[in-house]
T-cell receptor, first 112, second 118 residues
Framework: GQNIDQPTEMTATEGAIVQINCTYQ??????LFWYQQHAGEAPTFLSY????GLEEKGRFSSFLSRSKGYSYLLLKELQMKDSASYLC?????????????FGAGTQVVVTP | DTEVTQTPKHLVMGMTNKKSLKCEQH?????MYWYKQKAKKPPELMFV???????INESVPSRFSPECPNSSLLNLHLHALQPEDSALYLC?????????????????FGDGTRLSIL
């Protein structure tokens, strides 16, 4: 089976940095995605990692360690609009290429 | 605004009704998906179409019937739904669903149809 764990909620102040961890145990690995979802809206793609290391995209960075089954999403210079749910999703073995297994999501609350 | 368009945005239907959800994308993506999402839960995959053929059915009840008329359109036909089927139904598309296809294949989601079953 597949198991993806991430914290339920995190709170941080505007301008700060928050790191959302995601650990996974999946049958096969073909990439890890991070999505942002505001309440009542569609998930939007943030980042993709398939090789070990750090991917940086502006204020957002994502890290992957395949040997540890671990990823994190780093949000820098937090803004109020960053309050949202952040979903970690893993693409498993290649015969289910289109299938993403989502974690339960981490609700990030940014306070003034 | 997203590049994946879903209609209607909201739908209220009785358990004996038949209705359809529609999804359209013009990004040239060849993989399209239906997800169901309950409040405060992650999206759950229902169906995957790759090159207009159904490639994954996650043991979805037959009261949900997907259809992919062409590479840009995806429908979800609903019949005899139950109250527990009330949820947000999300459509998504990506460049490729096949092994060895596009290396990233990030899925682009529509805004969803919020479905309520009376």
């Amino acid at each position: 089976g597949q198991n993806i764990d991430q914290p339920t909620e995190m709170t941080a102040t505007e301008g700060a940095i928050v790191q959302i961890n995601c650990t996974y145990q999946t049958s096969g690995f073909n990439g890890l995605f991070w999505y942002q979802q505001h309440a009542g809206e569609a998930p939007t793609f943030l980042s993709y990692n398939v090789l070990d290391g750090l991917e940086e995209k502006g204020r957002f960075s994502s890290f992957l360690s395949r040997s540890k089954g671990y990823s994190y999403l780093l949000l820098k210079e937090l803004q109020m609009k960053d309050s949202a749910s952040y979903l970690c999703a893993v693409r498993g073995k290649s015969d289910s290429w289109g299938k993403l297994q989502f974690g339960a999501g981490t609700q990030v609350v940014v306070t003034p | 605004d997203t590049e994946v368009t879903q209609t209607p945005k909201h739908l209220v239907m009785g358990m004996t009704n038949k209705k359809s959800l529609k999804c359209e994308q013009h990004m040239g993506h060849r993989a399209m998906y239906w997800y169901k999402q309950k409040a405060k839960k992650p999206p759950e995959l229902m169906f995957v179409y790759s090159y207009e053929k159904l490639s994954i059915n996650e043991s979805v009840p037959s009261r949900f019937s997907p259809e992919c008329p062409n590479s840009s359109l995806l429908n979800l036909h609903l019949h005899a739904l139950q109250p527990e089927d009330s949820a947000l139904y999300l459509c998504a598309s990506s460049q490729d669903s096949r092994p060895g296809g596009a290396q990233e294949g990030s899925q682009h989601f529509g805004d969803g149809t919020r479905l309520s079953i009376l």
